[in-house]
Each structure stands twice: as C-alpha cells, then as structure tokens.
C-alpha cells in the first residue's frame, strides 16, 4: 500500500531546482563565513551562538526552508485565489513604512521589530509577481488594448514610486523587470524601443554638454523631416510626429533628468553614478538658500572605493583563487558591504575566476531552468509568475555582479540566496518556492 502512494511533498517537483537553491545557498553561507570568521573562534560554538552573520543567515536559511516545505504543501489554487489579497497587503506594508520606518545607511524602507528588520519593499517582489500573474490570466483581460497594458503597469508602478519615495531607489528599479513578462504576453515592441531609447537618452545627457546635445537632437529631427518628406505624402503628420519626439527628448534632456538626478536619486547615488562615467556632478549641491545658485562641486575622490576595492579583491583573487579563509581584502574589511552587495568579490578573492565562472554557471542554469519551466505550463498564471520570477532574479544577477566589477552604478541590490539578509533571503526563497509548487501542478489551468 506504502508503494502505492506519492506523497504530496514531492509529486512533480522539479528537484533540479530545489538542488540549485540549496548549492547557492550553501555558496553563500560559505561565503558570508569567510568574511566575517575570526581566528581562535570555535566553529560550532560560533555557528550555535547565533550572534554571528553566518549563524544568523543559518536562521533565516532554517526559516526560509520551513516556509518553502509549507508552500510545497499548499494547494495551487490559493495563489491565484490570494493574489490581489497579497498585492494589496504588500501596498499595506509599504504604507506602514512612513510612520514606522527605521533609518539604515540612507534608506527608510525598513521597520525594525526588535532585533529583526522587515524590508517590506523586498516582499513586495512576490505580492506584484502574483498580482500580475493573476490579472493577464484574467479571461477578460485583453492585453492587445492600451487600458489593459496602463493597469498593468500601474500594478508594477505602484510600489515602485512607494518605495522611491522611501529612498530606496535600487530596489525600486528591479519592478522595472516585470515589463519583461508583459513583452512575453504579447506588449508591443515598441514600448520597449522607447524604454531603450530614453535610456539612451538619459545616458547622453550625462556625457554630453546640454547645449550640444540639444543641436544634435535638432539636426537629427531635421534630418528625419528632409527624408521622410520626400517618402511620405502624410508629410503634416510626419512634421507633427518628428517635432513631439524633439519636444520630448529635449524636455528629458532638459527638466526630467535634473529632475531626477537633484530630487529623486540620492546624492550618494548620483555621485555613484557620475563616478562610473568619470565626469564631476552637475547636479551636486552644498547647502543653499532658495533663489541661491547651486553651487557645482566634483565627485568625491572615495565615491568608487567600494568599487574599486572588489575589483582590487577579485583581481587578487587570480585563476584559482587565494583559498578559503585566505584573501585578505575581504577577511581584513578593506571592501564595504561584503557580506551584502558586494559579496561577489569574496567569491572572486577566494575562488578565483574559476570560482566565479561556477558561481556564473550555476545562475545561468538557474535561469533557463526558470525560462524552461515558462514554457511548459498549461496556465497564463503559472506562466506569467515563473516569467516574472526568472526576470526578477536575472535583474538582481545582472546588475548585482556588474557593480561588484564596475561596469554598473552601485544601487545596493543583494545577490539572490548568497547575499546576506534575512528579508532577502525569505523573499527569493518564497518566490522560488511558489513557482515550483505551481509547476508541480502544470497540467491544471488555473486562473
């Protein structure tokens, strides 16, 4: 009788995926060890003491686990039946950040509970990825009309501008991801072109001259109006189409980035930036009265140290690495922010550029296997969910590992299961969990 049954744990679980998450985990456990061990320390007391990072993350590490076998053990149906539920809760803890928010290292996106610290904003990952799931599975949505796609967005915008306003601008731009899924379900093209070419945009605007810029935005619109002209006969359209795009780029080029660069980003964050490109800031200002000019000041000389010490770390770190326990810019603390946002360059120390391939393998394999499981779903929500989840993480992947060797401003974004935190670490287990108990059931459709 025993042979007979399967139990409900592991029938159509892909263990391939369960396997990946608990090597990146281990990885990064390993790697949270190695920075913060001190010699003379007892290993198991230490690990047992839980006062220690790596004795912690093992907690969140235990917890998340617990609640990945929960989830395992939950119906399908209760994810697509909660989404808006949780979507709306998610906006819930958002708001409750502004009354009782703590201040940590220039963020206030973070609600202290005595010891333990809840970064709403990185649940909130899981709540739109439900929620946008759930409304383009909708039998009444129809995502080829514009009112469809503007609610969608807006489902994604919401607690982006939520979480701008709590200065938490890095994690803000990763809902920017779940556009990715919209594409996938049949968004137009062209949005993204436009994305694309105002990214372009704003990138010129902070390496050219205004003025300059201006004229060749100018003499490019002329240009499209000289050819057009003599291939259209719709020529008033084309004059009015071709000015709204200049008037557009100009008014970018002109209001919006400033606007963004003196009122939404922090300074610390647009010093970063201009530190990668290697131009002073335009934008930085010292205290001064309304009606005062600002006053222009250069980039700090130590805005890039953090940059510069992991590519400093991963650099010494060679082919095959300086060993285990061995590097010395990050056992010595030469390299902020380690066990967090930069904890790719103890990888990089450690293990060396084999280490980091690995390290690269295993994450690519994470993300095909994510885009794999997409594609064999029966339902729109379970497909829509598992897009939005390989989206979310290859954001994180990308521009966590670009920052670490400086080919991407520092936005302060974890490395998915190996960075340390305990939100993080629940949020990326929860998300990873879901799509494997929806997979598990990818002959229902559920809506």
Not at 39 to 52: A, H, Q
Not at 288 to 316: C, F, H, L, W
Request: with cysteine.
């Amino acid at each position: 009788m025993n042979n007979q049954r399967n139990p409900t744990i592991s029938k159509g679980v892909d263990s391939t995926l369960i396997w990946l998450y608990l090597v990146l985990v281990a990885i990064g456990l390993m790697s949270i060890f190695s920075v913060t061990y001190h010699e003379g320390d007892e290993v198991m007391r230490s690990f047992l003491s839980f006062k220690t990072d790596y004795s912690k993350q093992l907690i969140y590490f235990a917890a998340s686990l617990l609640l990945g076998l929960f989830i395992l053990l939950t119906d399908s149906k209760f994810f697509t039946a909660t989404a808006n539920i949780w979507y709306a809760f998610g906006i819930l803890l958002l708001l409750l950040v502004f009354p009782f928010h703590t201040s940590v290292k220039g963020t206030e996106s973070i609600i202290r509970f005595g010891g333990f610290q809840l970064q709403p904003a990185e649940l909130c990952k899981v709540f739109v990825c439900l929620a946008l799931a759930k409304y383009l599975s909708r039998v009444e949505t129809d995502f080829s009309k514009t009112s469809s796609q503007l609610m969608a967005a807006g489902i994604v915008c919401l607690p982006a501008l939520i979480t701008i306003a709590q200065k938490e601008t890095g994690l803000a731009l990763v809902f920017l991801a779940f556009f990715l899924v919209m594409f996938r379900e049949g968004l137009p093209a062209g949005y993204l072109i436009i994305g694309f070419s105002l990214a372009v945009l704003v990138v010129a605007t902070l390496l050219i001259d205004k003025d300059i810029l201006a004229i060749i935005l100018t003499v490019i619109a002329v240009i499209a109006i000289y050819f057009g002209w003599r291939f259209t006969r719709q020529r008033r359209e084309l004059i009015i189409i071709v000015s709204l795009v200049w008037v557009t780029c100009v008014g970018v080029q002109r209001f919006a980035v400033p606007f963004i660069f003196t009122h939404v980003l922090q300074k610390h964050q647009v010093e970063r930036i201009f530190s990668l490109i290697g131009r002073e800031n335009p934008y930085a200002k010292l205290n001064t009265v309304e009606g005062d000019e600002p006053e222009v000041v250069s980039v700090k000389k130590d805005t890039d140290y953090n940059v510069r010490q992991s590519k400093i770390a991963i650099g010494s770190g060679g082919f095959f690495g300086r060993g285990f326990l061995k590097g010395t810019q990050t056992r010595f603390d030469f390299v902020p922010e380690q066990r967090t946002d930069f904890i790719f360059c103890t990888i990089g120390e450690g293990f060396g550029f084999l280490g980091c391939l690995v390290v690269l393998g295993i994450y690519i394999f994470l993300l095909l296997r994510m885009v794999n499981i997409a594609e064999r779903q029966r339902s729109v929500f379970s497909r829509c969910y598992a897009y939005g989840v390989a989206s979310v993480f290859f954001f994180h992947i990308a521009i966590n590992i670009c920052m670490t060797v400086g080919l991407a401003p520092v936005i302060g974004i974890p490395l998915p299961f190996v960075s340390y935190g305990g939100t993080s670490l629940i949020s990326f287990t929860t998300m990873l969990f879901i799509l494997v108990r929806l997979d598990a059931d990818r002959q229902m459709v559920l809506r």
